[in-house]
């Protein structure tokens, strides 16, 4: 049997994959620097690969409602349930006062930014292992993965918002200037979110136990949330450290916002802020900082 002869090759001339070396040196450089990232969120490579935030925002929204009867109705079935259920149990049984609105737009406006944060949050928060296989074939900013499912809730949202609204006619309420608010109250709630689905799909890449531990987070965070009773029923002494729930300035705030609540949650909102602003940081940093490992680890 006859031997393959190998065809001599020039390593001056050529490198591995058939390319020139003049042709590897057009080629663009992508440096990773992990040493420089720093508390910075790398939004200019974000908005560089935005083609491929808005593939995963839109795939998140085909995943959720792909083979369902009624589709994106469950952005609006599922506040709306919550809804009932509080104001037949909290509103009717239990008595609890609604800071003098009706209770069933008392809760459902508390709803809808709660929805936004409780769904956004247990989706992103299982990003980093959904996309394993991404990860390990290419490379794109590893913030589009838990930013995506964030971004599609806020379409759910504003389904919700809509359901808020036609709610606020029924009962004939109508906002006075405070509804200005509503826009920083939004983003508000937007960085409450991503803080903390930041620290959890970061530490979903280690420790699988957050797949399991998210659920009862978010059923445990509902209920030190003023959804369905007001924050006035705690004493003025509880009302800073309550406000370290930065979700209790959200709600609170979106109910003064539109509704006109007795409640003013200044001071709420402030520490609420304050807080959401440093789990968004410290989110970010971890992030950014485990990101590199993901490939490896996942």
Not at 102 to 117: D, E, N, Q
């Amino acid at each position: 049997m006859g031997h393959a002869q190998a065809m001599p090759t020039d390593s001056s001339d050529t490198a591995p994959g058939g390319m020139t070396e003049e042709e590897i040196a057009k080629l663009p450089v992508l440096s990773i620097d992990s040493e420089k990232r720093g508390l910075s969120l790398g939004l200019s490579e974000l908005w560089a690969y935005r083609d491929v935030l808005y593939y995963l925002t839109h795939r998140d929204l085909l995943v959720r409602y792909k083979q369902t009867l009624i589709g994106a109705s469950w952005a609006i079935i599922q506040p709306v349930m919550t809804m009932v259920i509080f104001t037949l149990f909290f509103g009717k049984l239990a008595k609890i006062p609604s800071d003098g609105v009706p209770y069933p737009i008392f809760s459902f406006a508390a709803l809808v930014p709660w929805s936004f944060f409780a769904d956004g949050v247990l989706r992103g928060s299982q990003a980093t292992t959904m996309y394993a296989e991404m990860i390990k074939k290419v490379y794109f900013p590893r913030l589009a993965m838990p930013l995506a499912p964030l971004l599609a809730r806020l379409i759910d949202m504003a389904l919700a918002f809509a359901v808020l609204l036609c709610m606020m006619l029924y009962y004939d309420i109508n906002p006075g200037w405070h509804v200005l608010w509503l826009p920083p109250l939004v983003i508000l709630a937007f960085v409450t979110s991503l803080g903390t689905t930041l620290w959890l799909a970061a530490l979903n890449v280690q420790f699988r136990d957050v797949r399991m531990a998210a659920p009862f987070m978010i059923q445990t965070w509902l209920f030190i949330t003023p959804i369905a009773y007001p924050s006035s029923m705690l004493d003025a002494k509880w009302q800073v450290v309550y406000a370290m729930n930065p979700m209790a300035g959200v709600v609170e705030g979106f109910r003064w916002a539109l509704l006109g609540t007795d409640t003013q949650p200044g001071a709420m909102i402030l520490v609420s802020t304050a807080v959401a602003v440093l789990l968004l940081v410290s989110g970010a940093y971890y992030f950014r900082k485990v990101e590199r490992t993901f490939a490896d680890v996942v």
